[in-house]
Every structure is written in C-alpha cells, then in structure tokens.
C-alpha cells in the first residue's frame, strides 16, 4: 500500500506581504525604511505600538 503526501501552500507569503504593506501605510516609512521593513516589519510595528502605549 502506497502513502500519498499532499502538500497543500500555506498562507505565509501572503500574510508577510500584508503585513509589509500595513505597516509601510500605518507608519508613513520612507522608501529605505520601508524597503527595510520588508524584512523586519514587526519591529516597525513594536516600535509603532510602544509609542502608542506610552
């Protein structure tokens, strides 16, 4: 009896490219900034948070 594997993509890239474009408009980023937060986009919205916070 063979085992069939199925490999359904998951939602990842889309919700890091969400992410990405969120947090470009919610922080008004600069170019570099945000191609910067491409990679690092959590930090940014820490960063946005802990203003809010304070």
């Given at each position: 009896m063979a ?7 998951g939602?990842g ?31 940014h ?10």
């Open positions: 085992l069939k594997v199925v490999h359904r993509g939602c890239g889309a919700f890091w490219l969400v992410g990405w474009l969120f947090t470009v408009g919610y922080c008004k980023l600069a170019f570099w900034p945000g191609a910067l937060a491409f990679l690092i986009w959590p930090y919205l820490g960063g946005a948070a802990a203003l809010l916070t304070k």
